[in-house]
């Protein structure tokens, strides 16, 4: 049992290098929040552009499939 304690452990510890320290999570969240903010009004504007595309796009893809009874 010993060594499957020391196997899970060891396999976990590389994964803490993927989290950031509590002391960072503030400075990476403030950062998340001001892209956020930057690109939120260029998204607004580009948005119902890019949600008219596809749906011409979808039409036009499925105008020939038509559902015959």
Not at 21 to 35: A, D, G, H
Not at 49 to 59: E, K
């Amino acid at each position: 049992m010993l060594h499957m304690f020391f196997a899970v452990a060891f396999s976990a510890v590389p994964l803490t290098l993927y989290v950031p320290p509590i002391r960072s999570l503030n400075l990476f969240v403030q950062t998340i929040e001001e892209i956020w903010n930057e690109s939120s009004g260029y998204t607004h504007r580009v948005y119902p552009r890019i949600r008219y595309a596809f749906r011409r796009i979808f039409d036009c893809m499925l105008s020939g499939f038509k559902v015959t009874k």
